[in-house]
């Protein structure tokens, strides 16, 4: 089945280590977006990339970073996570028909 | 810029009955998207419905109809035969059609319960 896969589900880091979330989709879809979600509250847009082409939110801290090799992956960096990084990522693909398909969403915990 | 207003932050209903979730939004375009995402608890958000503006009537998938008000920029989704697996939290979106990219703007969701 298509789908959007996220590793890993589960990720602890401590404070200031980096950390890298991936994100693969077999659905062909040239864009992909990070949202940071906290507990109950609506998913917040850190970045996608249209195709190659890559869009920063205005309020997204520098500390995160976002690298796209292929259509299929996309990663998202933390460079020195603190305390307040501590969310659910989530990772969502579109393409033509509106609307976006999400992963599971890499739970992390910094210690 | 547009914003996305779902007022009802927690609501319940019974197994087997109706539940109506409500969505209001704010923009100044004439054409653009709105959707309703779930996410069950520790779970993945899928899209349930879609509405396109230009389009008068109302989407339907199913147990899940939307009521789509474009003169008040009402988009309340109705939840029909109340399920257990409906417990969810629903985030209502809107998407302009002037971006590529389909980025969306999500409301702050709405936590329903259902008791068997």
């Known amino acids: 089945d298509a789908m959007v896969i996220q590793n890993p589900r589960y990720q602890v880091t401590q404070f200031g280590k980096p950390v890298t979330l991936s994100c693969s989709q077999t659905?062909?879809?040239?864009?992909m977006y990070w949202y940071q979600q906290k507990s109950s509250q609506a998913p917040k847009l850190l970045f996608h990339?249209?195709?190659?082409?890559?869009?920063n939110e205005a309020d997204t801290p520098d500390n995160f970073q976002s690298r796209r090799p292929n259509t299929s992956f996309c990663f998202l960096d933390i460079r020195s996570p603190g305390l307040g990084d501590a969310a659910m990522y989530l990772c969502?693909?579109?393409?033509?028909?509106?609307?976006?398909?999400f992963g599971p969403g890499t739970r992390l915990t910094v210690l | 810029a547009q914003t996305v207003t779902q007022s009802q932050p927690e609501m319940s209903v019974q197994e087997a009955e109706t539940v109506t979730l409500s969505c209001t939004y704010d923009t100044s375009e004439s054409d653009y998207y709105l959707f309703w995402y779930k996410q069950p608890p520790s779970r993945q958000m899928i899209l349930v419905i879609r509405q396109e503006a230009y389009k008068q009537q109302n989407a339907t998938e199913n147990r899940f109809s939307v009521n789509f008000q474009k003169a008040a920029k009402s988009f309340s989704l109705k939840i029909s035969d109340s399920q257990l697996g409906d417990a969810a939290m629903y985030f209502c979106a809107y998407r302009s059609v002037n971006t590529n990219a389909g980025k969306s703007t999500f409301g702050d969701g709405t936590t329903l319960t259902v008791k068997p």
């Open positions: 659905l062909n879809h040239n864009v």
């Open positions: 969502a693909t579109s393409r033509d028909v509106p609307g976006q398909f």
């Open positions: 990339y249209y195709d190659k082409d890559f869009n």
